[in-house]
């Protein structure tokens, strides 16, 4: 597990440097299709871990067997690939609300959103194919949460900002999961390290663009607004913590499916425990705690950046 970064206060003065011709330039650099990654003669090998075990943390699980902790690593990566899927998509209707009323603005501008939202789009598509691909091949049946329509409308109902920042954590948090987790881990399948890294690659634009987005969308704010995104985002946060708890129930129950697993009662409220905190420090913890969706928040709300390292461990 990483320990949150600690970033001095008094170094947070001036916006980031990232611009609309930069992040464009960087995105039409990247250019892979859906069909590169997964179908065809390309399948992902359940012999071997889909997630790094910071993030699946099936180690301190002790009363598991190796082949039952490496079925627990792969349906972390279901839900992964299902929950990511799920929150783009209330970011595509977002980026795309958030284009519309400046069509006639910088055509930069307009290009770099679209690209954005387009590629969200084929997120949205990417994480479905191999969810299909997993699930053809697990055998037993995987409950998720949802519909992510109506998780969606309940998130899009919040203020702008507190969306907006909640996007800009997520985008990080991506970069956090490949950099930290992922790019080094060697005994992954192949096929699932790489569409860990090809969304890595196109959500490294993703984060500036949603700086951007933020300081676009603050400067349009009253300061009171300004003042409660940060409660807003936290609002939101517990929405998703609440489906996220509900997921490992139903993660846990497909590993006793699979596994024909039935448990002692202290070692299910151990693997309860654990993977409570596997799933709060992959999709919460990882974003707040990065350094740069801290310093964003700081920008706006002087203060969130010491209110929001102490919430982190909660989510660790
Ligand atoms: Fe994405
Ligand atoms: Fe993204």
């Keep these: 597990m990483k320990a949150a970064v600690s970033i001095a206060n008094d170094t947070i003065k001036a916006w980031p440097n990232f611009t609309y011709e930069s992040v464009l330039d960087a995105s039409s650099r990247i250019n892979w299709r859906v069909d590169d990654l997964i179908g065809g003669d390309k399948h992902l090998d359940f012999a071997k871990p889909f997630m790094p075990e910071s993030l699946s943390r099936v180690d301190p699980l002790p009363f598991l067997s190796t082949k039952e902790r490496l079925v627990l690593n792969q349906l972390r990566g279901h839900s992964y690939l299902y929950i990511f899927g799920l929150v783009e998509e209330f970011i595509l209707p977002f980026v795309l609300d958030h284009v519309r009323p400046l069509l006639s603005g910088s055509n930069t501008r307009t290009r770099a959103f679209l690209d954005f939202a387009g590629e969200e789009a084929k997120h949205i598509e990417l994480f479905k194919r191999f969810r299909t691909d997993f699930l053809e091949s697990f055998g037993t049946n995987c409950d998720v949460i949802g519909p992510p329509e109506a998780i969606a409308k309940a998130v899009l109902s919040k203020h702008p900002l507190a969306v907006a920042l909640v996007i800009l954590h997520i985008e990080w948090m991506t970069q956090r999961h ?136 909660l989510f660790s």
């Design 178 to 313: 490949y950099l930290d987790s992922v790019a080094e881990d060697h005994r992954l399948d192949p096929q699932f390290k790489s569409l860990l890294k090809h969304h890595w690659m196109e959500e490294s634009q993703h984060a500036k663009l949603d700086t951007l987005m933020v300081r676009e969308i603050s400067e349009a704010c009253s300061v009171q607004e300004v003042e409660e995104a940060i409660d807003g985002y936290l609002e939101i946060g517990g929405m998703l913590d609440a489906g996220l708890m509900q997921q490992v129930q139903f993660d846990i129950e497909a590993l006793k499916n699979a596994t024909g697993r039935a448990f002692l009662p202290e070692d299910m409220e151990r693997l309860i425990a654990v993977q409570q905190q596997a799933v709060r420090w992959t999709f919460l913890g990882s974003g707040m705690s990065h350094r740069n969706f801290l310093t964003t928040a700081e920008l706006l709300v002087p203060g969130a950046k010491a209110r929001l390292e102490k919430i982190v461990p």
